[in-house]
Each structure stands twice: as structure tokens, then as C-alpha cells.
């Protein structure tokens, strides 16, 4: 019965990683169409047509594409890190500092969750929209409570991958993965 509900857990940390890794493509999308929306704005405005609407949408656009793949970011580990800190602990205490910020950071991205869904109902009560353009706002914001909820799956994910001292628990990128 407990391992079975325990191989259950586990599974769904695995399923939570390959939603966050989903997020990539959406990212990548996003990034596309605000291109191409932002050369059609550059366009029109050099003709010498009103421009209103691409600004506005470019802007809801770019709401989502901050929030939405965050969750990707963590799980890739590309996120911010202090590699200093990590090599004066040890192996047990990388992973011990990884399960608290992991608690942490589930317990805050869940608030913000919570907090930012209460505005995106309140958006979608209200038909909320941008004023020259007409444009809906409430997507934005449904997009901003749609990554956090993400990034709080995923803390979970590496929360629960810690304390069951999974092998997907990761305790510091390797540095032929970093940006820098």
C-alpha cells in the first residue's frame, strides 16, 4: 500500500518535470509571435497607419512569456544560483539547502498562486480589456496564475525528488551546462 502510493508520488514528480519542460515551446512561440507582431507594428507605423492594437498585444503577449516558462527554468537549472555557497556545503548539505529552498519556494509560488488567481477571476468577472484596442487583459493575467502554479508543481516535484533522494534530484547544474 505505501509503496505503492509512494511509486504513485513518484511518478508524478517525473510527470510534472515533462510538463515544465513543455513550457520551452510555449516560451519559443511566444517569442515568435511578439516578432512577428512587432514587425507588423514597425511596418504599419512606417506607412503611417495607427498602431494601437500591436503595442497593446505585444504587451499581453509578453506577460505570459515571462511567466509562463519560469517552471522550465528551474527544472532545466538555468536559474539563479549561488555556486559559492554550494561547494562549501557538502553532498548532504546541497541536498538538505535544495529540500528547504524547495519548501520554500512551493509554500511562495503556492500564495502567489492563490493570490494571482483571486485578480485573474476578478479580471474575467469584470471583462476587463486595454483601452484603445479593446484587447482582453484577463489571458495575461490567467497566464501569470497559470506559471505559478506551474513553478509550484515544480517545487514540488523537486521537493518530493529530494526527500525521496531520487536520482532526478540534481543538486547543482554541471558547469558545461551554464550560460556563462
Known sequence: MIASTLGYLDAAARLIRRLSNSMLPVGVTLVCVISVVSVYGVAERMR????????EFTELLQVALAFLP????????????????????????????RIVYSFVGMVLAAMLTYSTCTVAIASVAMDESTVVAILPIYPAKICVTLGFALLTLQFAGHFWECVRNMPECVIRAHQSESYV
Open 70 to 97: 519560469v517552471a522550465y527554468v528551474l527544472n532545466a537549472n538555468k536559474h539563479v544560483s549561488m555556486e559559492l555557497l554550494q561547494t562549501v556545503l557538502g553532498e548532504r548539505g546541497r541536498r538538505a539547502a
Open 48 to 55: 503611417g497607419n495607427p498602431l494601437s492594437w500591436t503595442i
